[in-house]
T-cell receptor
Framework: DVKVTQSSRYLVKRTGEKVFLECVQD?????MFWYRQDPGLGLRLIYF???????EKGDIPEGYSVSREKKERFSLILESASTNQTSMYLC??????????FGQGTRLTVV | QKEVEQNSGPLSVPEGAIASLNCTYS??????FFWYRQYSGKSPELIMF????GDKEDGRFTAQLNKASQYVSLLIRDSQPSDSATYLC??????????FGKGTRLSVIA
């Protein structure tokens, strides 16, 4: 079974803090994605990566950055957390044109 | 901007009935179509995918694709209360990231 593991299930951070969300997959997938999900807005793509050290902006990259130093790990970084970044963050991985497998999600609250 | 549209619901069906969930997409170049189920507070899980026009059946689930009409649907036969969830339609063109609809909330009434 594909396993995509996100480092935290729930996280509370203060405004202005630098926040790291980690994601690890164990299936040697080339593609990894970060989405955020908000009520009424659905899943929105933040960043994605098709290879190590490669990254592409998604639909809403502002205020975020990513790092992919190893194939299995894709990190999302909130440079200076703000309250409008309170959300459910979902990491996913996949190969080629097939489906994406999701991690369990991180519910981030910025206070 | 590629768009995937779904009726937000809630769609309420009695237990044992057929639930029909619909999705339209804007990009004619779309090649792969996926249905995910998401329970409240959980992450999406894949339940069906379809690449070719027509029907694809898997147990109680049937996915239907009509590329000419840019329409994909999911039928759930013999609906159970445990099917109550939000169903997300996702579409991709080639190796681009999945584009998701906002989901349809299904409620199966016992």
């Amino acid at each position: 079974d594909v396993k995509v593991t996100q480092s935290s299930r729930y996280l509370v951070k203060r405004t202005g803090e630098k926040v790291f969300l980690e994601c690890v997959q164990d299936m040697d997938h080339e593609n990894m994605f970060w989405y955020r999900q908000d009520p009424g807005l659905g899943l929105r793509l933040i960043y994605f990566s098709y290879d190590v050290k490669m990254k592409e902006k998604g639909d809403i990259p502002e205020g975020y950055s990513v790092s992919r130093e190893k194939k299995e790990r894709f990190s999302l970084i909130l440079e200076s957390a703000s309250t409008n970044q309170t959300s459910m963050y979902l990491c996913a991985s996949g190969i080629g044109t097939t489906e994406a497998f999701f991690g369990q999600g991180t519910r981030l609250t910025v206070v | 901007q590629k768009e995937v549209e779904q009726n937000s619901g809630p769609l309420s069906v009695p237990e044992g009935a057929i639930a029909s969930l619909n999705c339209t997409y804007s990009d004619r170049g779309s090649q792969s179509f996926f249905w995910y189920r998401q329970y409240s507070g959980k992450s999406p899980e894949l339940i069906m995918f379809i690449y070719s026009n027509g029907d694809k059946e898997d147990g109680r689930f049937t996915a239907q694709l009509n590329k000419a009409s840019q329409y994909v649907s999911l039928l759930i036969r013999d609906s159970q209360p445990s099917d109550s969830a939000t169903y997300l339609c996702a579409v991709r063109s080639g190796n681009t990231p999945l584009v998701f609809g906002k989901g349809t909330r299904l409620s199966v009434i016992a």
